[in-house]
């Protein structure tokens, strides 16, 4: 098993500190989200680590990992930047955003699952939204569940508090028949796309600037089976300056324990 880690964005909302470093850089509370992460992988056995780098890429330069580029960072998104290190779809991977942190239990949850594709979802994600945004709808995102308990909806605009049943943090883990789909699926999407000169995953955007979520949808609509691995609170997503000062508060006062367990991030 091994991770991959999509660390290629600018993290322009989060300037001033992104001035000169990539989002994953920046320190929350006393490291960097990506020392952090690091250090869990290698704590639950995960040795292989790769790092998908882009925005002022010579600034991620820690040692013992494996680095790939993202050149096109400031005119694509994740799916883009997962494909960057696409030679390591040949085992089971975890794929991870570089702008969270995540307890070990997390991570442990996921690398347990024996499904093609799981999928991390916090099903307590409206505590967490409630403290960073007015309006909670303003920027969750669909997530609903069949009842064969596989995902059937992900990462469409709504206001319909029912159309929520979790949030997907940013964490994935795909392994067996799950890579092959995930490389066909991928060449698939992308041909469709130059041949009808329109996105199938998202028709607001290129196909380049497909977020992970509308790729995920549309292997759903192709009858691939997403399997939800739940979780309750246990990580913070860092993309905001408001995001920074609230959890630098809570840490200050002691409250951030009401979301994540510091002492298991490691």
């Given amino acids: 098993m091994k991770a991959i880690i999509l660390a290629a964005g600018e993290g322009k909302r989060l300037r001033p500190l992104t001035e000169n470093i990539p989002k994953c850089m920046v320190k929350l509370f006393g490291k960097s989200i990506l020392?952090?992460?690091?250090?869990?992988?290698?704590?639950?056995?995960?040795?292989?680590?790769?790092?998908?780098?882009?925005?002022?890429?010579?600034?991620?330069?820690?040692?013992?990992?494996?680095?790939?580029?993202?050149?096109?960072?400031?005119?694509?998104?994740?799916?883009?930047?997962?494909?960057?290190?696409?030679?390591?779809?040949?085992?089971?991977i975890i794929i991870s955003y570089g702008d969270i942190i995540y307890e070990k239990k997390i991570l442990e949850k996921l690398?347990?699952?024996?499904?093609?594709?799981?999928?991390?979802?916090?099903?307590?994600?409206?505590?967490?939204?409630?403290?960073?945004?007015?309006?909670?709808?303003?920027?969750?995102?669909?997530?609903?569940?069949?009842?064969?308990?596989?995902?059937?909806?992900i990462g469409q605009n709504t206001k319909n508090i029912e159309d929520i049943e979790g949030q997907f943090i940013g964490l994935i883990k795909i392994q067996g028949d799950g890579l092959k789909i995930l490389k066909s699926s991928y060449e698939k999407f992308r041909e469709q796309a130059i041949k009808e000169n329109k996105n199938p995953l998202n028709p607001n955007v290129s196909f380049e600037k497909s977020y992970m979520t509308d790729f995920l949808q549309g292997l759903i609509k192709d009858n691939h089976k997403l399997t939800p691995v739940f979780v309750n609170n246990g990580w913070l997503e860092l993309d905001s300056m408001k995001d920074y000062e609230i959890y630098n508060k809570m840490f200050k006062n002691k409250k951030i324990l009401e979301f994540i367990d510091l002492e298991n991030l490691n």
């Avoid at 991390?120 to 009842?147: G, T």
């Fill in 35 to 92: 020392e952090r992460q690091v250090n869990l992988f290698k704590h639950c056995g995960i040795n292989e680590i790769c790092v998908v780098r882009g925005y002022n890429k010579e600034k991620i330069n820690l040692l013992d990992l494996k680095y790939y580029f993202n050149k096109k960072f400031n005119v694509t998104n994740m799916v883009e930047t997962l494909f960057c290190a696409k030679d390591e779809f040949n085992e089971s």
């Fill in 111 to 153: 690398m347990g699952s024996n499904e093609d594709f799981s999928i991390i979802i916090d099903r307590n994600w409206e505590k967490l939204w409630k403290i960073r945004f007015e309006n909670p709808l303003d920027d969750a995102e669909s997530l609903k569940i069949d009842n064969r308990g596989y995902i059937s909806d």
